[in-house]
């Protein structure tokens, strides 16, 4: 593994427990050499799932130093039993490390309904505490995925008062993928020294540019979660909101994020297409979030995507009900840079059919002009394919 892929005082492992059906890797740790400045942001699901309930309230703490994190079980819907579970594999975790146990969070995601085989992580979790090393972070990010096609990881690297720093991050999701805490699991590590109140400032911004920017399915999963571990073992000065250094991580939180968050869309699951849904010329950012999401939310447009038709009238449609103010004599359609619709009408045959040729890339933009404002936003959506109906029909099985 390149050292590009290291951060100072973080180690990872990843084996195969026996919790996936495929015999596959299916549990991993991330270990800090200190407890860590942490910051969480987590499903905005009512129906919450017993590794959320466990460290939401651990990471509100504002240290962590270890993360447990399996596939295959999501431990959801699973009672009084299934939190109780949840402490013992992270308890696990906690003694085999000799840490305190609120210093360990845990998270899973897989089936729900069904309790974890606790006898799988006393097996597993020495082994990976004797496994860990700086340079498995591939490893663990092979391990999280369930429905996925790869795995996905991403770092980036800065510099604050003359020390160099790293970001590594990982995620995975491919299907219960809607915004508002997209659906899937994300941790972010760090060598930099970041102030409590900053971490989870710039988290939650980057996550609200990125994750909650993104739609495959308008599932909203119950196992949500993502984490920031910043351990300052790089030496930096301790990066804090209004300064130049915290402008730099934002930039750099930001960008891994929303790279992580197309990487997702990219996987999603029988997914062909990558599409930025952009809209501008709203009355406010608010007005253009929402005729986003919702062009980026719809069946119909999405299988249009799948079937490469420049069925505009199902995106201005889908303008009209997303509850931003429109006025669709002004409204102006483009599929990559040919328009579409002019004024609220279509722009002939003709330019239809090379909005077909672009709609034919694996990644396009498709843009709407309200012309009503300076209010811009946008989303990213895939196309709704056959697969992703036998990807989900047999998931179980």
Known sequence: MSNELKVTGFRFAATAAGLKKSGKPDMALIVSAVPAVAAGVF????????????????????????????????????????????????????I?????????????TGVIGHRLDVSKFVTAVPRLV??????????????????????????????????????????KGAGMIHPNMATMLAFVVTDADLSPEFADQVLRRAVDRSFNRITVDRDTSTNDMVLLLANGQAQTP???????????????????????????VRDGEGATKLVRILVRGALSDADARLAAMSVA????????????????????????????EVNPDLVDIFAGDVMLV??????GPELE??????????????????????????????DLTYDYIKINADYRS
């Open 96 to 108: 085999a490390l000799g840490i305190a146990p609120e210093l360990v969070a845990v998270s899973s």
């Open 342 to 347: 002019q004024s609220g009408l279509g722009t």
């Open 43 to 94: 499903t905005t699901n009512k129906v919450v799932a017993a590794p959320v309930l466990l460290s939401q309230p651990r990471i509100a703490a504002g240290r962590c130093q270890a993360i447990l994190v399996n596939a295959g079980n999501a431990n959801a819907c699973t009672g009084a039993p299934g939190l109780a579970d949840a402490r013992q594999c992270g308890d696990l975790a906690a």
């Open 353 to 382: 059919a090379v909005a077909t040729d672009v709609m034919r890339q694996p990644e396009f933009t498709l843009t709407v002009d309200l012309h009503l404002g300076s209010g811009t936003s946008d989303y990213y959506t895939s």
């Open 130 to 171: 004797a496994a860990l090393d700086d340079d498995q972070i591939e490893a663990v990010a092979a391990a999280i995925m369930t429905t996925d096609a790869f795995p996905k990881m991403v770092a980036a690297y800065g510099c604050a008062g003359g020390r160099d720093y790293t970001l590594l991050a990982v995620a």
């Open 297 to 324: 939310t719809s069946s119909l447009v999405k299988t249009a995507l799948f079937g490469e038709d420049a069925n505009w009238g199902r995106i201005i449609a889908a303008v009209g009900y997303s509850g931003a």
């Open 238 to 264: 301790c990066i804090v909101g209004d300064s130049e250094a915290g402008e730099e991580f934002g930039r750099l939180l930001d960008e891994i994020l929303l790279d992580l968050a197309k990487m997702i």
